[in-house]
């Protein structure tokens, strides 16, 4: 076990992922690698004005809460449409996207359990700006 107790976003090194558009940050600060979870992972995802996560699927369940912007998740065959404010939840191993439609970046707090290598990652389309308007 880590003896770390207390992270600071700021020292948490950013993590990209092959796909998910132009610009988008990802900090893991508790996960197994930083802290010795064994059962969750939590961290803190930026996207860019007009940019989006692939559409893709992963193990583990994955809820997240919406800090500042806006734009919509797709979950299976739906879409749903968020702001600062809102509670996502999407199940495991259902493909999904993220896309920030605002003007501002979009800014989420999420959780995964059981946590999961960002490589497990299933990308089945990478983002495109075609995903702004579909």
Known sequence: MSNKVVIRLSEVTEEKIEGFG???IMRNPISPQTVGAKNLRVGYNIFPPKSGTAIHR???E???????????LR???KKYNFEAGCFMFIPSDVVHQ??????EPLEYIFA????FDV?????LEPFTEKH???
């Open 22 to 24: 132009p610009g988008f």
């Open 98 to 103: 993220t896309v920030n439609t605002g003007d």
């Open 132 to 134: 702004l308007s579909e």
């Open 119 to 123: 490589s497990k990652n299933v990308i």
């Open 75 to 77: 979950v299976g065959d």
């Open 62 to 72: 994955e809820a997240w809460y919406v800090l500042k912007g806006r734009g919509f």
């Open 112 to 115: 995964v359990s059981p946590p």
């Open 58 to 60: 992963h193990p583990g």
